[in-house]
């Protein structure tokens, strides 16, 4: 079965860090751009941080999160990371991965403009920031 699986989520204090992970299995991720989205209660889903599909280095981040996060990939592993820093009450929410294939150049800007179109999602990780 084709999946992505969060993890790395929890509580952390105003200033904290998390590290969160997301592993592909039943697939490669090689030809898919990566994105993270954040849900926060009673908001809309939206892009946090993208990476393109493989062969190309091309990363997005929202305004809100520039110079904090920083996103990765470890096609090794079939994983990608979202390094959190200098984290706020307003990070907290459901963190989900998405993917979605490209068979040339997949921009992570257009990944994380909008939900619509992806191959897969997770079922999503939660973060709360909170002193």
Request: charged share 15%; aromatic share 12%.
């Given at each position: 079965?084709?999946q992505l699986v969060e993890s790395g989520g ?107 179109g992806m191959n897969y999602w997770g079922k ?8």
């Amino acid at each position: 079965q084709s999946q992505l699986v969060e993890s790395g989520g929890g509580l952390v204090q105003p200033g904290g860090s998390l590290r969160l992970s997301c592993a592909a299995s039943g697939f490669t991720l090689d030809h898919y751009a990566i994105g993270w989205f954040r849900q926060a209660p009673g908001k809309e889903r939206e892009g946090v941080s993208c990476i393109s599909n493989s062969g190309y280095t091309n990363t997005y981040y929202a305004d809100s999160v520039k110079g904090r996060f920083t996103i990765s990939r470890d096609n090794a592993n079939n994983t990608v990371w979202l390094q959190m820093n200098s984290l706020r009450p307003e990070d907290s929410g459901v963190y989900y991965c998405a993917a979605r294939m490209f068979r040339t150049y997949g921009s992570a800007g257009f990944l994380c403009a909008s939900t619509y179109g992806m191959n897969y999602w997770g079922k999503g990780t939660l973060v709360t920031v909170s002193s």
